[in-house]
C-alpha cells in the first residue's frame, strides 16, 4: 500500500485526484469481492441452471449499477443532488432487476385476477400441464401432452416465469367449464351401409353418456360468470364425405382429464358391433380399378381382334 502511496505522490497528480483513484480502487475491489459472494451463495443454494442463470445475471446487473453510481459520485460531484441519484439508482434497478421485477407484478396479477390456481390444467403458448406450484417468480407445471397424445402426462416438469401472463395466452381447462368436448372421427367405405353404422354410433355414445346431466348443472352455475350457453349438451355423431370413404364423428362431452380413457372405450365398444356387421367396414387408403368389359363383335369392329376365318368343307 506504501509502494503504491508513493507512486501516486510522484506522479504529480494532485492530492485529490490521488484520493479519489484510491477510494475507486477500494470501491471495485469491494464490489468485485461481494459479486463472487453472491454468485457463490446462487450456486450453492440450488441447482438449477435457469434460475442460477437469472439470479447471477441479476446480481451483475445490481453490481454494475451500483458501481456507476458510487464511482460517479465520487468523481462528479455535481451528482450529489439527492433527487438525482434517486431517479439514476431506480432507473438502475429497473433495468437490472427488469425480469425479477416483471414475474413479480404477474404474481399480484396472478393473486388478484386468479386465471387459474392449483390444480388447474392449463395452456400457456406452446406448454399445457397441470399447476402444481405457484411462486413469486414462477408457477409450475407438470406437463401433458408434448409426444404423449390424449393431453396425457409426460412427467416431465416446466418452470414458467410469472411474467408470461402479460405476454401470452392462457387456455383454463378447469376453471370456465370442467367438462370438454371431444370428437371421435370413424371412417367408413363408401360401400358399407352408413345409415346402419350411425345409429349403431348413436346408440354407443348414448348408452356411454353418464355426465350431460351433471355437465348441464355445472353449466348453468357457471353462466353466472362467464356466460357460458350450450343449446344442447347431448352427445351427436355427424356425418362428413371423405375422399376415402364417409367420415361418421362422434362428439360428446367427458371430464377433463378422460380423454383417452373415454376415447378407448369408445374404440372397443365399436370394433366390437361392426364385427358382426357384415355391410359395414372401416375404411383405409387403398385404390380400386374399374375395367370395362366389351363384347366380341364391338372388339372386331374396332380391329383389336382377328376375324373369324370360314369353316373348311
Known amino acids: 500500500m506504501e509502494t503504491i502511496t508513493l507512486f501516486l505522490q510522484e506522479s504529480g497528480l494532485p492530492l485529490e485526484i490521488l484520493i479519489r483513484i484510491l477510494r475507486t480502487a477500494v470501491i471495485l475491489t469491494v464490489l468485485i469481492v461481494g459479486r463472487n459472494l453472491l454468485h457463490r451463495v446462487v450456486n450453492n443454494r440450488t441447482d438449477e441452471v435457469t434460475w442460477q442463470y437469472r439470479m447471477s445475471k441479476s446480481v451483475d446487473y445490481s453490481i454494475l449499477v451500483l458501481g456507476v453510481f458510487l464511482i460517479g459520485r465520487l468523481w462528479f460531484p455535481g451528482l450529489e443532488d439527492i433527487a438525482t441519484y434517486l431517479g439514476l439508482l431506480s432507473a438502475g434497478i429497473a433495468l437490472a432487476l427488469r425480469d425479477p421485477i416483471t414475474n413479480l407484478a404477474g404474481w399480484l396479477y396472478l ?17 399445457a400441464g397441470d399447476v402444481v406450484d405457484t411462486g413469486l417468480w414462477d408457477f409450475t407445471l407438470l406437463e401433458i401432452g408434448n409426444w404423449v397424445d390424449a393431453e396425457q402426462s409426460t412427467g416431465r416438469i416446466i418452470q414458467i ?22 370428437e371421435l372421427p370413424v371412417l367408413i367405405t363408401f360401400e358399407s351401409d352408413w345409415k346402419l353404422a350411425k345409429r349403431i354410433l348413436l346408440q354407443i355414445i348414448q348408452e356411454h353418456d353418464h355426465i350431460s346431466s351433471e355437465a348441464r348443472e355445472e353449466a348453468k352455475k357457471k353462466a353466472r360468470r362467464f ?13 362428413n364425405v371423405e375422399e376415402s370413404g364417409i367420415e361418421l364423428t362422434i362428439r360428446y362431452i367427458c371430464k377433463v382429464r378422460e380423454r383417452r380413457t373415454t376415447t378407448h372405450e369408445l374404440w372397443e365398444q365399436i370394433l366390437s ?30 380391329g383389336d381382334l382377328p376375324p373369324v376365318s370360314p369353316p373348311t368343307q
Open 111 to 127: 393473486i388478484s385476477k386468479r386465471p387459474f390456481v392449483l390444480g388447474d390444467r392449463i395452456e400457456v403458448g406452446k406448454n
Open 161 to 182: 416465469p410469472n411474467s408470461v401472463v402479460f405476454t401470452q395466452p392462457i387456455a383454463n381447462y378447469t376453471q370456465g367449464f370442467s367438462y370438454l368436448w371431444n
Open 273 to 302: 358391433a361392426f364385427e358382426h356387421e357384415a355391410n359395414i367396414r372401416l375404411a383405409y387408403p387403398s385404390q380400386a380399378f374399374y375395367v370395362s368389359s366389351l363384347s366380341e363383335d364391338t372388339l372386331r369392329g374396332t
Open 227 to 239: 356466460m357460458i350457453r350450450y343449446r344442447t349438451l347431448a352427445p351427436m355423431v355427424y356425418t
